[in-house]
């Protein structure tokens, strides 16, 4: 089923706005966060409206009301990667906390001295950061699967990792930065095969792609409600429950206990062990609304949508004299589009894109070492979504040639 | 906004006049902007307390190359006092334009790399060019 582009726009606001007098916003930035539609917007409203109140313990309605709503929400993204149960999804901030989750529970309490975690070149900060901590702290030892010159893991190097025995192996599901889609299951699989357990950074897959966690098998997976249409403040952990039950708790505080003496305390049980303090309430009915808006429109439409709009872009992009694009071939990559431009700073594309409304993002994306690999300092990034067009990849490629223009 | 790539910019961009490095040098110092990768090095020649010769080196946006090349420009003959008196409003002068917040960090990086070095920090910090 084809999607009806036009029909979508009407539910995200955002996207008739005028930036500057007359000139419409073009927005193709969704990698870094993601539009809202209206029933997100609306989903949020209405809670505080109507039923805002603290959550658990409360016996009145609106803490009921509320309640509901919070674990609603919860049922809806445990569906919508088909978790087993609604237990094993944690609300935490955003990719980012849920990466550090781990390393600070499970990894402090699973690794020690020497033990190697393998990750990837192409990370995230955030699942490269919390692990440099680690080894600054606990002596474990990184090694990374390499990229290669088109922006594919050296599954090759993977396999002699292995033969090393890892505790851990922690990657991205799909590059911010070259769109690259990997063999997740592959690697999960070949993971377990060596005894290590694994997570997965599913920060761009999950809005983007049909993710099931019980078929890809993996152990712990992160992702960001504001990237797949939902709210910034929120994002979930999903963890299989033996290693969860396993786990010391994360932050210590009210909703995260079963039980608080004077000089000691039982955890809760799952999820809300990992839940400490007043959670994101709101956040979380959008967050479930955003998932609910996903499935009306359906992930395998989106998807074909969004490989439709990316194919489209990379041709005409190579087009252009000077223009190289990072990463593989349409194929094997979601809606992204890193690219440099005959010496131009990104920065200057961006900003001189900016000046006809066009939104795209320039600088290293937040992977430093991925762009050292290739030996740029930074690329300028358009990236596409559900509401995503041809015409709005017509007019960032007019924008690029203004770019040559004044550069001349 | 069209103005933010004025042809002054562009050109002190493409041929600046005090690209360099300067050796032996007085006081050299460089510092990069962790968020885009620009990067920027000054190295001046210090004569009676003044600044006697100056040039700058790095890679990164238009704005960031221009405002150094016009900063390290204007900088030639002034005491060390009065360049530690310089401040963000200098350099939006030099480039006769308007910045917002995200642009300003690039324009005043070269600012902060001076001032450092002029200063003899281990370390430059955004207090310097607020
Ligand atoms: C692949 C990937 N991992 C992790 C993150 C971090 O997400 P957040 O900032 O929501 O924690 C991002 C977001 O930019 C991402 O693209």
């Not at chain 2, 005090?18 to 006081?27: F, S, V």
């Not at chain 2, 008196?85 to 690039?106: A, S, T």
Request: with cysteine.
């Amino acid at each position: 089923m084809s999607l009806d582009v036009s029909r979508i726009r009407q539910d995200f606001p955002i996207l008739n706005r005028e930036v500057r007098p007359g000139v419409k916003v073009v927005y193709l930035d969704s990698t870094a966060t993601s539009q809202k539609p209206l029933s997100v917007i609306e989903a949020m409203n209405d809670f505080y409206r109507r039923s805002n109140a603290n959550i658990h313990r409360g016996v009145h309605v609106l803490a009921e009301e509320s309640t509901a709503m919070y674990e609603q929400a919860r049922e809806k993204i445990a569906k919508f990667i088909n978790a087993p149960s609604a237990r094993q999804v944690i609300y935490t901030r955003n990719t980012t906390e849920s990466i550090n989750l781990v390393a600070y529970t499970w990894a402090r309490a699973n690794l020690k001295r020497g033990d190697l975690v393998i990750l990837t070149e192409m990370e995230h900060h955030s699942n490269l950061v919390p692990w440099h901590m680690l080894a600054a702290e606990r002596g474990i030892q990184l090694e990374f699967i390499p990229v290669t010159d088109d922006g594919l893991l050296d599954l090759g190097t993977y396999k002699s990792l292995l033969a090393r025995t890892p505790k851990l192996v922690s990657f991205t599901h799909m590059s911010n930065v070259l769109g690259t889609i990997n063999p997740a299951a592959d690697i999960i699989r070949r993971a377990h095969d060596a005894g290590a357990v694994t997570v997965l950074d599913a920060a761009q897959s999950v809005p983007h792609l049909k993710v099931d966690v019980q078929q890809l098998d993996v152990d712990f997976m992160a992702f960001s409600a504001h990237k797949m249409l939902g709210p910034t403040g929120i994002g979930a952990l999903y963890g299989k429950t033996a290693l969860l039950e396993a786990m010391p708790p994360f932050l210590g505080g009210g909703d995260m206990i079963k039980e608080v003496k004077l000089r000691s305390f039982r955890p809760n049980e799952l999820p809300y062990k990992f839940e400490a303090g007043t959670p994101a309430i709101a956040e979380a009915v959008g967050f479930g609304a955003a998932v609910d808006y996903l499935n009306s429109i359906g992930m395998e439409t989106i998807a074909a949508h969004e490989h439709e709009i990316t194919e489209y872009a990379l041709e005409r992009l190579e087009e252009i004299p000077g223009l190289k694009v990072f990463g593989p071939t349409a194929d094997k990559k979601g809606g992204v589009a890193s690219f440099t431009f005959d010496g131009v700073h990104p920065h200057d594309v961006a900003q001189i894109l900016d000046q006809d409304g066009i939104a795209i993002r320039a600088g290293h994306h937040c992977a430093q070492p991925l762009h050292e690999k290739f030996g740029i300092p930074a690329t300028s990034r358009a990236s596409f979504y559900l509401y995503s067009t041809k015409d709005e990849v017509d007019k960032l490629i007019e924008g690029i040639y203004k770019v040559k223009k004044v550069f001349g | 906004m069209d103005d933010l790539y004025r042809e002054v910019i562009i050109e002190h961009y493409k041929n600046p006049s005090y690209r360099g490095k300067l050796d032996p040098h007085d006081i050299s110092f460089a510092d990069n902007n962790p968020l885009c990768g620009d990067h920027i090095q000054i190295d001046l020649r210090v004569d009676d307390g003044k600044v006697s010769e100056a040039r700058f080196d790095g890679h990164g946006c238009a704005i960031s190359q221009a405002s150094a090349d016009l900063l390290v420009e204007s900088v030639i003959g002034k005491s060390l006092e009065d360049v530690k008196k310089m401040n963000r409003q200098d350099i939006l002068d030099l480039l006769g334009i308007e910045l917002g917040p995200v642009r300003l960090k690039c324009a005043l990086l070269s600012l902060k790399v001076l001032k450092a070095g002029v200063y003899g920090l281990g370390e430059a910090s955004d207090a310097l060019v607020e």
